[in-house]
């Protein structure tokens, strides 16, 4: 098949048909790539496939991801997500101007696992959650064996208040003169 006319109403290649369109198949599952000037199963990498047919019946790989939607490259391929996946379990965080789903959030968030929590990278955690500030940098349940929770963050036993003490069976800071 020639070179479709990149200028004209028809820029893409589609192979499927060997014609030139304006905008790839959709029942094809096909994305318009500006770059390779086809229609594409997978993006060219360092683009991501956004699926935007409810808006404009039309499917294009798009160097970033617009509006709510996250990059993700975590199925090898670029793709623009609204919900990071769970396998393997990756965070929506914000880096710059670009959303992209992360395995460990910037060292000043935590990746919410509570799961009405949408799987974001968040400055605090939700309520029952406590800031895990480790190499995983995530929201936790229960913190792990070298820390104690307090205040909904993860805290060396050194760091539970004065008259306080980690608890080792709920790994918790304990109060040791509660209120009666």
């Given amino acids: 098949m020639a070179e479709c ?6 820029p893409f290649r589609d192979f499927t048909t060997k014609k030139c369109v304006n905008s790839c198949p959709i029942a094809k599952k096909l994305f ?6 086809s229609c594409v199963y997978n993006c060219t990498p360092g683009t991501y496939a956004y699926d935007n047919v409810p808006t404009d019946n039309n499917k294009t790989c798009v160097s970033v991801c617009p509006g709510v939607y996250f990059a993700d490259n975590s199925t090898g391929y670029g793709l623009c997500v609204l919900k990071c996946p769970e396998d393997p379990i990756l965070f929506g965080d914000v880096v710059g101007v670009n959303r992209i789903c992360v395995p460990v959030c910037q060292s000043s968030n935590f990746g919410d696992q509570n799961p009405l929590g949408g799987r974001l990278c968040r400055s605090f955690c939700s309520s029952g959650w406590f800031a895990q500030n480790d190499n995983l940098r995530r929201c936790v349940t229960r913190c792990n064996s070298t820390t104690y929770g307090y205040n909904l963050v993860c805290v060396p036993p050194q760091n539970c208040p004065t008259n306080w003490v980690g608890n080792s069976a709920s790994n918790l800071c304990t ?6």
């Fill in 32 to 37: 318009a790539d500006s770059l390779v000037k």
């Fill in 175 to 180: 109060d040791l003169c509660p209120a009666s």
């Fill in 5 to 10: 006319n990149q200028t004209g109403l028809s």
